[in-house]
């Protein structure tokens, strides 16, 4: 009876979030049968390798990556179930600012598979860590090889935007590198934020939760002890992400010649779709709409 409760509010709730997507898209007074007659004119052809491309960005990144990670920890899972685990955060990444609620949606529904919370949180910090790494050697070549090319051919009036999404992506992956290698610090920054919550009385003061604390970040410190010993793991993973991510920037392209457009190469097109990713990825925008 509980299950079928949870069934029929997680299907509301995605018929919600449906419609509040629609409507945001559509209240402004777009012709929805002006949007049809475009539709009919694009070739179906090729979409079918543009939604190849999102399907290899979810399934074929995200979830192999997760699979990959969770066996060289010792954590057997079938596939299919890395497979929910990157649909659930693709999901909430794209209903939420910045795409803030993928990992904790993620980490949820992890710990229901008896996946430890603190083994879930690394791994998932690695796989945002690769992510963003990605965009950042993008931005960092961008900057050195293209200032005087392609930042002032195609971007030059949003070589600005470009710049700052570049170095929030940079102190960003800085930041998590230093909590995944410096359990010591992650733990410091959890005992202080409990401590404040107590303080604001928004938390009440358990000499267990300490403990709790503790037990918890041992198997942090293990874990990334393991993970900084085989590097080959990591550098595995990046390759993993790199196919990922270029797999949707891609997808652009084919919707690019699905329309009946040219005139533009491949490149071009993928390093453009590339480079909005670098500059609005940070910036508290709705994950969906921010690379658009």
């Known amino acids: 009876m509980e299950n079928k409760k949870k069934m029929i509010f997680?299907?509301?709730?995605?018929?919600?979030?449906?419609?509040?997507t629609i409507y945001g898209v559509f209240h402004g007074g777009e012709d929805l049968s002006e949007i049809a007659e475009i539709l009919k004119?694009?070739?179906?052809y090729w979409l079918l390798p543009g939604v190849a491309c999102v399907i290899i960005f979810i399934w074929g990144g995200e979830s192999i990556i997760i699979f990959y990670m969770m066996h060289t920890l010792g954590i057997h899972l079938k596939k299919w179930k890395c497979f929910l685990f990157s649909s659930v955060g693709f999901f909430f990444s794209c209903i939420t600012p910045s795409a803030t609620g993928g990992q904790p949606a993620q980490i949820y529904y992890m710990k229901k598979e008896k996946i430890p919370i603190p083994v879930s949180t690394l791994v998932l910090?690695?796989?945002t860590i690769t992510y963003k790494m990605v965009?950042?050697?993008?931005g960092l070549g961008l900057m050195i090889f293209g200032r005087g090319g392609f930042i002032r051919t195609h971007m030059y009036n949003i070589r600005h935007i470009f710049y700052l999404g570049t170095g929030l992506n940079v102190f960003c992956v800085a930041s998590m590198l230093l909590l995944v290698f410096h359990p010591v610090l992650a733990r410091s920054i959890l005992v202080k934020g409990m401590e404040l919550l107590e303080k604001m009385h928004l938390m009440r003061y358990k000499s267990t939760r300490i403990e709790k604390l503790n037990a918890s970040m041992d198997q942090y410190h293990t874990t990334a002890v393991y993970l900084k010993d085989h590097i080959m793991v990591l550098v595995n993973v990046f390759a993993i992400t790199l196919f990922q991510r270029f797999a949707l920037?891609?997808?652009t392209w084919f919707v690019y010649k699905a329309f009946g457009l040219s005139g533009t190469n491949a490149f071009v097109i993928i390093l453009l779709q590339s480079v909005i990713s670098v500059s609005v990825d940070m910036l508290p925008l709705p994950g969906g709409d921010g690379n658009q």
Not at 41 to 44: A, H, Y
Not at 135 to 138: G, K, P
Request: aromatic share 16%; glycine share 0%.
């Open 10 to 20: 997680n299907v509301l709730f995605l018929f919600l979030v449906f419609a509040a």
């Open 41 to 44: 004119t694009v070739n179906s």
């Open 125 to 127: 910090m690695i796989v």
């Open 135 to 138: 965009l950042v050697v993008i």
């Open 249 to 251: 920037f891609t997808a």
